[in-house]
């Protein structure tokens, strides 16, 4: 059974930072899409960040140029470094990983959720 286990979130004042972590097992290799989703008391799940290579990742305009991704494929490692925090991030946050592969085959994974709170 395949676990993403996230860590790195709690509570942090508006303006603040938190960076989260995803650690992956070695099956979740290089050819998956790694993303962050967030999910809101009352709202449904959001794509916040996605990451296939460095040069291939997309974030939610209401995130972008405070959240950065990135992801260290040697520690099977992804990453959500969050600046400038709100209110409006407070959310449950879960790593994800997806592939698509060359037969069609769709496999998802998600990880447990860490809670990231912003209030003062």
């Known amino acids: 059974q395949v676990q993403l286990v996230e860590s790195g979130g709690g509570l942090v004042q508006p303006g603040g930072s938190l960076r989260l972590s995803c650690a992956a097992p070695?099956?979740?290799?290089?050819?998956?899409?790694m993303g962050w989703y967030r999910q809101a008391p009352g709202k449904q799940r959001e794509l916040v960040a996605a990451?296939?290579?460095?040069?291939?990742?997309n974030y939610a305009d209401s995130v972008k140029g405070r959240f950065s991704i990135s992801r260290d494929n040697a520690k099977n490692t992804v990453y959500l470094q969050m600046n400038s925090l709100t209110a409006e991030d407070t959310a449950v946050y879960y790593c994800?990983?997806?592939?698509?592969?060359?037969?069609?085959?769709?496999?998802?994974?998600w990880g447990q959720g860490t809670q990231v709170t912003v209030s003062s």
């Open positions: 990451i296939l290579s460095g040069s291939n990742i």
């Open positions: 070695r099956s979740i290799d290089s050819r998956y899409t």
């Open positions: 994800a990983a997806h592939v698509r592969l060359g037969d069609g085959t769709v496999y998802n994974y």
